[in-house]
Each structure stands twice: as C-alpha cells, then as structure tokens.
C-alpha cells in the first residue's frame, strides 16, 4: 500500500508564495506519473498540474499556467508545487495523487486516471 502526505499550505496574501510538498511513500512512486489537484468550497475538485515519472514532462492547467510549477525528486520520494503569484480563487485544498499506471507515456489531467491521494492541505489566500 502506498500513502502520500501532502504539507506547506498555510494562509497567504495576494501575490505571495506558497511550495507545497507530497511525500510518498510504501510504493515505487518513482515510476509513476504525478498530479496536484484543488478543492475549493461548493466546487468540484479539478486538476493543477502533472509530472511525469521521469520528471521530463509536466502538464498544466490554463489558470496557474505561468505562475505554478511542479517537480519531483525521486530519490527523496517528494513532488512538489511552487506557487507564486497567488490569487484569492486559488484558495481551497491541495491534493497529491499518483496516476495508477505505471510509466504512463503522457501526463493526464483526468482524476479518474489517479488512484492514490493524499488527505489535502488547505491554501488560503487573503485580499
């Protein structure tokens, strides 16, 4: 069984800098493509951004693009999510998930393609 645990969310004002981090553990995650995912209150989750297992490939969606970035360091087993320039509507949960194919060839933004997920960590951005 593998577990992810995501951490570095936090209160920020507009424009500020959040990174956050997802530890992986209990699986060879280091083949595995990678993704971040939000929640915001009275919406449903949607998809930030995504890594591939090699690390040479990511994927983002249109609204962060530009102002987040994603990473991964397989030997520390960690993936992570610089955000900079920060917006009231990025406020909501973060969470960590690993795609459940192995070596996928392409990064998906599709949740339904992700089976592991970590418990969340709440960003919230103040005006």
């Known amino acids: 069984q593998g577990q992810l645990v995501e951490s570095g969310g936090g209160l920020v004002q507009t424009g500020g800098s959040l990174r956050l981090s997802c530890a992986a553990s209990?699986?060879?995650?280091?083949?595995?493509?990678m993704g971040w995912f939000r929640q915001a209150p009275g919406k449903e989750r949607e998809f930030v951004a995504a890594v591939m297992w090699t690390g040479g490939n990511t994927y983002y969606a249109d609204t962060v693009k530009g102002r987040f970035t994603i990473s991964r360091d397989n030997a520390k087993g960690t993936v992570y999510l610089q955000m900079n320039s920060l917006k009231p509507e990025d406020t909501a949960v973060y969470y960590c998930?690993?795609?459940?194919?192995?070596?996928?060839?392409?990064?998906?933004?599709?949740?339904?393609?992700?089976?592991?997920w970590g418990q969340g960590t709440q960003v919230t951005v103040s005006s």
């Open positions: 998930a690993a795609d459940h194919t192995r070596r996928r060839s392409y990064v998906s933004p599709n949740a339904v393609d992700y089976d592991y």
């Open positions: 209990g699986r060879t995650f280091s083949m595995y493509n």
